[in-house]
């Protein structure tokens, strides 16, 4: 069966500080990553998104990065932290959509990485 | 992309069947939908996923209508446990596709 590991689960971080979060998946292959960011009370942020190891998508300018170094490892940076960075982190993984009519395929998500930045 | 539009939030009590409309009215012919379920500090759960007319699993149906512009989630006999925000995704797979919008507040009151 898959798994999605996330880590850390939380972490405080003072503004201007590096962050990196891991996110690894087991059981499957060539998955597509994602990377989510959910601000409180407010749905889910699509931040980046890969289709492969070093394919990087962003959907939004922001201060932070995505890398894929192995199919199944996704990572997401930033070399200074800013206030605005606080939030819930989400990483899913889906396997890659044909396009078909009725095809179904489904995001499974990781436990998430609370940050604080202060 | 596909828009979707949704309440912001809905309150019902425990027994109760609830439905959950989302609005979709620039579906592509290829695109499907997805419901998923979240709870506080958690990932969100896929719940129920269909094409056209209407799709039951054990926790939900969907009901599609034949322009597909809009879908309905229905939850039969909600718990306190039902309380979670509850998204409309509509995309054809890709990873591109897969955005969720603001969700469905939905609490279940005793």
């Known amino acids: 069966s898959q798994t999605i590991h996330q880590w850390p689960a939380t972490l405080v971080q003072p503004v201007g500080s590096p962050l990196s979060l891991e996110c690894t998946v087991e059981g499957t292959s060539n998955p597509n990553l994602y990377w989510y960011r959910q601000a409180a009370g407010r749905g889910l942020q699509l931040l980046f998104y890969s289709v492969g190891i070093g394919q990087i998508s962003s959907e939004v300018p922001q201060n932070l990065s995505a890398s894929r170094p192995q199919d199944r490892q996704f990572i997401l940076s930033s070399k200074k932290l800013l206030l605005s960075d606080s939030g819930f982190y989400l990483c899913?993984?889906?396997?890659?959509?044909?396009?078909?009519?009725?095809?179904?395929?489904?995001?499974?998500f990781g436990p998430g990485t609370r940050l604080t930045v202060t | 992309l596909a828009k979707t539009t949704q309440p912001i939030s809905m309150d019902s009590y425990e027994g109760q069947e609830v439905n959950i409309t989302c609005s979709h009215n620039n579906i592509a012919t290829n695109d499907y939908i997805t419901w998923y379920q979240q709870f506080p500090s958690q990932g969100p759960r896929f719940i129920i996923q269909?094409?056209?007319t209407k799709v039951t699993n054990e926790v939900a149906s969907l009901f599609i209508p034949a322009d597909r512009k809009s879908s309905t989630l229905s939850l039969p006999r909600v718990s306190l446990s039902d309380t979670a925000v509850y998204y409309c995704?509509?995309?054809?797979?890709?990873?591109?596709?897969?955005?969720f919008g603001s969700g469905t507040q939905l609490t279940v009151l005793p």
């Open positions: 899913a993984w889906s396997v890659k959509g044909q396009g078909l009519a009725g095809t179904s395929y489904e995001q499974y």
């Open positions: 995704l509509v995309g054809d797979g890709s990873a591109r596709q897969l955005t």
């Open positions: 269909g094409y056209k």
